[in-house]
């Protein structure tokens, strides 16, 4: 072959045909999805949110309680983020207040004051797959989302609903997680997740989570205002309905400390 047409070859190798040289595997392309729906959620530095949260068991027969959750960004991406759980009504939970210091592969840290109780408890790190307030979410769901938190692997992309969603699969890395696998449908425009499905420990499917109504906040944060987690196994389900969202509220990090946790409001 003659140097130019080895020239050519070469420009067409790298210019026209990308994909050769910079092929991902499905392990690569799950990390770079997971990685980017992170990025764009950075920066919010704190919220507040206003909702409620409503339980059904199979015959439809429900109860509604009022909370708040408050959330503290961390920036150093070595530490997950804070986040404060306190409820408001019924009488018999009120009062109630639940912190997470989220973790990557450590244990989270998590605590739980009960008024009734008059003091504070430490869920154990055995305890995180149990459920949280008699919902249908557990300890471990309450924690965030860290990337480091999880292996990843790209299935597919498919439609979902009017949008496409590409198809992850992620894997805990951190130990004592009550889940095998959780797969999720997330859109390829503003990487918003619109469903989770919770494999547990035998890897039965054993919940599912959709979220909808996402609003777009500060012109760049996305949050649902209703969560469905239905468990599959004994049809019970339960409902997160948010009727406010502030950010930038000015909260610190020591708001987010276990000393607050009974006088929380």
Not at 16 to 26: D, F, N, V, W, Y
Request: aromatic share 12%; charged share 30%.
């Amino acid at each position: 072959m003659s140097r130019v047409n080895l020239f050519f070859t070469l420009l067409i190798t790298v210019f026209l045909m990308p994909g050769l040289l910079h092929a991902e595997t499905p392990e690569e392309k799950g990390l770079a999805i997971a990685r980017e729906a992170d990025r764009r959620d950075n920066g919010f530095q704190d919220s507040v949110a206003t909702l409620q949260m409503i339980l059904s068991n199979r015959q439809g027969r429900e109860s509604h309680r009022k909370l708040k959750i408050k959330t503290f960004e961390m920036t150093d991406p070595k530490v997950g983020d804070k986040s404060l759980v306190i409820f408001d009504s019924p009488r018999d939970v009120k009062g109630t207040a639940f912190l997470t210091h989220s973790k990557i592969l450590d244990p989270d840290d998590q605590w739980i004051y009960l008024p009734a109780l008059g003091r504070i408890k430490r869920i154990s790190s055995s305890n995180k797959s149990g459920p949280f307030m008699g919902s249908e979410f557990a300890y471990e769901d309450m924690s965030s989302r860290e990337v480091g938190k999880y292996s990843y692997k790209w299935l597919r992309n498919e439609p979902c609903g009017k949008l496409t969603c590409f198809v992850v699969e992620a894997h805990p890395l951190y130990e004592k997680s009550g889940y095998t696998k959780l797969i999720s449908w997330i859109d390829t425009k503003e990487y918003r997740t619109w469903k989770t499905e919770y494999y547990n420990r035998r890897g039965d499917l054993l919940k599912v989570l959709k979220l909808s109504d996402y609003k777009l906040y500060l012109g760049k944060f996305w949050r649902a205002k209703n969560l469905l987690m239905e468990n599959m196994i004994t049809g019970k389900k339960t409902r997160l309905v948010w009727s406010r969202f502030d950010f930038r509220t000015g909260l610190r990090e020591n708001d987010f400390s276990r000393s607050r946790l009974k006088t929380a409001k």
